[in-house]
């Protein structure tokens, strides 16, 4: 199984050869998150600057709670959606690294609206039993987090919808013997991909306040706009890494 670095490598170049998961990252992960962040700053602002009285700012916090459930869905279910488009797309790595076939935006969208709902329950689902298992024991828990964690690329790969613990179990067989492989990778590559955007983020947000302090909400855009596409490119080293799994699988099974 190739290293981690080599991993990303594959992963970047499949990237630079698939423009529309730039379009899946910026409309799906970060304008709704962005949108969001913009709206609260402008609400801050506007009450830091006394334009707005105290009782209204009572009514405001009420209404605030009332749009607080809806938005949180909305949010949910564009990542969710994001999720499953970057999945499409990074599937073709499965069948080969080279990328050359693309797809549309639309095209990609309306493929993946069938997994949304899907994937969030199974998602719900892992976490939850993740979770059970922390509680219990942290290592079992942390085992079987890496061993579920190819659930949604499994589902995508196969083209079927599927709910409950069928897809976490068909992750766990094909994960079970590499689990310690796995789980250094999927660490070396979350450190190589958040550890800088993380830095980036903090550098980007010190030294804007650093000029003014009102720049704090453009820092806060920005770093949505980092978190947005680190998010999407590690999917696709996760799927990057499942494709060296299934391949290795493929020469266990040929060599028996």
Same mark, same amino acid.
């Given at each position: 199984?190739?290293?981690?670095f080599?991993?990303i ?10 423009p529309?998961?730039? !379009? ?25 600057q006394?334009v ?14 009332? %749009? ?11 990542? +969710?959606?994001?999720?499953?488009? /970057?999945? &499409? &797309? #990074? ?6 690294s080279?990328?050359?076939?693309r ?9 993946a ?5 899907? !994937?969030f ?14 509680? !219990? ?7 079987? #987090? ?6 949604? %690329? ?6 079927? +919808? ?12 094909l994960?079970?013997g ?7 990778r ?6 190589? &991909? ?7 983020t903090?550098?980007i ?13 453009? #820092?806060?855009i ?7 596409? /680190?998010?999407?490119?590690? &999917?696709?080293c /996760?799927v ?9 699988q ?7």
């Amino acid at each position: 199984m190739n290293s981690p670095f080599a991993i990303i490598g594959i992963a970047w170049s499949f990237y630079r050869k698939q423009p529309v998961l730039n !379009l899946i990252a910026f409309w799906l992960f970060f304008f709704p998150v962005a949108l969001l962040d913009t709206m609260t700053g402008i609400v801050s602002t506007v009450s830091a600057q006394g334009v707005i009285t105290i009782d209204e700012m009572k009514s405001m916090s009420t209404m605030e709670i009332a %749009i607080t459930i809806p938005v949180a869905i909305v949010l949910i279910y564009l990542m +969710v959606w994001g999720q499953a488009c /970057t999945l &499409i &797309i #990074a599937k073709k790595m499965i069948n080969s690294s080279a990328g050359r076939a693309r797809s549309s935006f639309k095209a990609v969208r309306n493929q993946a609206k069938k997994y949304i709902i899907p !994937l969030f329950f199974v998602g719900i689902l892992r976490s939850a039993t993740t979770l059970l298992w922390m509680l !219990l024991l942290i290592i079992p828990g942390v085992i079987y #987090a890496v061993r579920t964690a190819f659930f949604d %690329i499994m589902m995508i790969d196969s083209g079927k +919808v599927v709910y409950g613990r069928t897809v976490l179990t068909k992750s766990t067989d094909l994960v079970k013997g590499h689990t310690g492989e796995i789980f250094w990778r999927l660490i070396a590559i979350g450190a190589c &991909i958040f550890i800088p955007a993380s830095i980036a983020t903090l550098s980007i947000e010190f030294g804007l306040t650093r000029i003014d302090e009102r720049l704090i909400d453009l #820092a806060v855009i920005l770093g949505d706009g980092i978190e947005a596409y /680190t998010g999407m490119f590690f &999917i696709v080293c /996760t799927v990057a890494l499942y494709a060296e799994l299934k391949k290795l699988q493929i020469k266990t099974v040929t060599k028996k």
